[in-house]
């Protein structure tokens, strides 16, 4: 999955619990969140490990 839409998903799930009616969906779109933020936390381990920026910051 590409990182943008994991973001998204993510900062969706946030605010569909936020405003859920019910304790139960309110879970369920905040597991949903913590899911995506590991998901997310996965694919940029390896540039915070990098040695060298992946963007020339010159």
Partial sequence: MALNYLLHRHQVS??????????????????LANGYARQIELMVQPARQASTPLVALS
């Fill in 14 to 31: 946030l605010m569909r619990a936020d405003a859920a009616s019910c304790v139960s969906a309110r879970s369920s779109h905040r597991a």
